[in-house]
């Protein structure tokens, strides 16, 4: 599977944005889709992922409550939705095919090029 992100930008902070990745090729594993981030000299950090469990989208304490996936089936779009957005939400984000790997953390496969989030005052 191919995937390439868009809609990023520059946003004031505690504004929203709303990022989509679109998916081209293999079908199999779109349901995997999910995001990742990774600031300005830092390590890559889970956005969303899959549980394991119920296959309810998941997210990390840093952006539950402002962030929300979703995904357009027919047009094999997942989105982002980024809201009450933070100075430490800058990063190029990327989406990719999580899996949950329990205490080792997510692991993401297969990830587009990713799209630049700049929040600021």
């Known amino acids: 599977v191919q995937l390439v992100e868009s809609g990023g930008g520059w946003v004031q902070t505690g504004g929203s944005l709303r990022l989509s990745c679109t998916a081209s090729?293999?079908?199999?594993?779109?349901?995997?889709i999910h995001w990742f981030r990774q600031a300005p000299g830092k390590g890559r950090e889970g956005v969303s992922c899959?549980?394991?469990?119920?296959?309810?989208?998941v997210y990390p304490d840093s952006v539950k409550g402002r962030f929300l996936v979703s995904s357009d089936n027919a047009r094999r779009t997942v989105y982002l939705q980024m809201n009450s957005l933070k100075a430490e939400d800058t990063a190029i984000y990327y989406c990719?095919?999580?899996?949950?790997?329990?205490?080792?953390?997510?692991?993401?496969?297969?990830w587009g090029r990713g799209t630049r989030v700049t929040v600021s005052s």
């Open positions: 990719g095919l999580c899996r949950d790997e329990g205490e080792n953390g997510w692991e993401y496969d297969q």
């Open positions: 090729g293999s079908t199999g594993d779109d349901y995997r």
């Open positions: 899959l549980s394991p469990s119920d296959g309810s989208t």
